[in-house]
Nanobody, 131 residues
Framework: QVQLVESGGGLVQAGDSLRLSCAASGRTFSTYAMGWFRQAPGKEREFVAAISRNSFSTAYANSVKGRFTISRDNAKNTAYLQLNSLKPEDTAVYYC????????????????????????WGQGTLVTVSS
């Protein structure tokens, strides 16, 4: 129902910042909760951040809390992940994901931190942080 395309990754030095973007197709972006996950070499995919459809709720992994910020602009059909104070251990392929939640009042606070809860995934964008 929705296609996702990430962009904004690259090679940076420790302490630098990046902003990742996730562009979604279609006209129903506001009915999806969004999440960001990452997978480092030799490790399993891990949760990074999540945001509800209307930005009422957000959640972060402990390893990135205070450094990363998730946001979205429903008018532009785009979700973002601002990565500040980057560390070498942040090096990974970053994926955005979407899960349909509808448009009820209660669904405005829904978000998910488990990858298997998401039905739609982007292709990923590589972030490499040198020491």
């Amino acid at each position: 129902q929705v296609q996702l395309v990430e962009s904004g990754g690259g090679l940076v030095q420790a302490g630098d910042s990046l902003r990742l973007s996730c562009a979604a197709s279609g006209r129903t972006f506001s009915t999806y909760a969004m999440g960001w996950f990452r997978q480092a070499p030799g490790k399993e995919r891990e949760f990074v951040a999540a945001i509800s459809r209307n930005s009422f709720s957000t959640a972060y992994a402990n390893s990135v809390k205070g450094r990363f910020t998730i946001s979205r602009d429903n008018a532009k059909n785009t979700a973002y992940l601002q990565l500040n104070s980057l560390k070498p251990e942040d090096t990974a392929v970053y994926y955005c994901a979407a899960e349909f939640v509808g448009s009820t009042s209660n669904s405005g606070s829904y978000y998910y931190t488990v990858g298997d809860d998401y039905d739609h995934w982007g292709q990923g964008t590589l972030v490499t942080v040198s020491s």
